[in-house]
């Protein structure tokens, strides 16, 4: 049951998410075969903005996930949208740079 409480402990602490966003882009950075770590670590970011924007008063509590399994949630659909909003943009830069096989 400790770990439950440790849990929702750290997950609501932006400082925690910026530190997770900043280790998943330099595992991106060592990685460079595929891009993996970063729509983890733009999605930590997303988390990290959120939660700074609620404690400042930006945004009303009620946007925030009420337990740390929501918050993990968020984080993985954050980095969903950011992974198809990055495979969406290759595949356009990619047809766009397509040249025919017959021109020589």
Known sequence: ??????????????QVWV???????LLE????????FLPLGLG???NAI???AVDTGLLPYEYLPETWYKML??????????????AFRRKKRDLK???DLNEY
Do not use: E, K, P, R
């Open 50 to 52: 959120s939660l700074f």
């Open 29 to 36: 950075l060592l990685d460079g075969g595929t891009v993996f």
């Open 73 to 86: 949630i968020f984080w993985m659909m954050w980095s969903i949208a950011i992974s198809a909003l990055l």
């Open 19 to 25: 530190i997770a966003a900043i280790l998943l882009i």
């Open 97 to 99: 740079n397509a040249q």
């Open 44 to 46: 930590a970011l997303v």
């Open 1 to 14: 049951m400790d770990i439950f409480l440790l849990l929702s402990h750290w997950l609501f602490i932006y």
